[in-house]
Nanobody, 125 residues
Framework: QVQLVESGGGSVQAGGSLRLSCTIS????????MGWFRQALGKGREGVAG???????RYADSVKGRFTISQDNAKNALYLQMNNLKPDDSAMYYC???????????????????WGQGTQVTVSS
């Protein structure tokens, strides 16, 4: 059974940084996609950043140049470094995995199979 656990959320002021972590267990596929998604209060869930087993990385336009997605296969972990945070970045952040390499659809939640419970990020102005 695949389990994903996010951590690292919190409250920061605008311009600050946070690093989210996602620990993944029970996952054995050699081809995969992993992503970070977020959902602000009253809004739908949106893709923030994604990475595939082939090394493709995609970012939402709203976070390009500020967020960096990375992985550590030895630790079965996925990370999201978030710099220069803005109040609009406030949301619940989720990590997700898919058992296929979706290079063109890394930010599309419909393709992901397993999700974590989320970690809250709040950015104050």
């Amino acid at each position: 059974q695949v389990q994903l656990v996010e951590s690292g959320g919190g409250s920061v002021q605008a311009g600050g940084s946070l690093r989210l972590s996602c620990t993944i267990s029970g996952y054995t596929f050699s081809s995969y996609s992993m992503g970070w998604f977020r959902q602000a209060l009253g809004k739908g869930r949106e893709g923030v950043a994604g990475i595939s087993s082939g090394g493709t990385i995609r970012y939402a336009d709203s976070v390009k140049g500020r967020f960096t997605i990375s992985q550590d296969n030895a630790k079965n972990a996925l990370y999201l470094q978030m710099n220069n945070l803005k109040p609009d970045d406030s949301a619940m952040y989720y990590c997700a995995v898919a058992s296929r390499e979706y290079n063109s659809f890394l930010l599309a939640e419909k393709w992901y199979d397993d999700w974590g419970q989320g970690t809250q990020v709040t950015v104050s102005s």
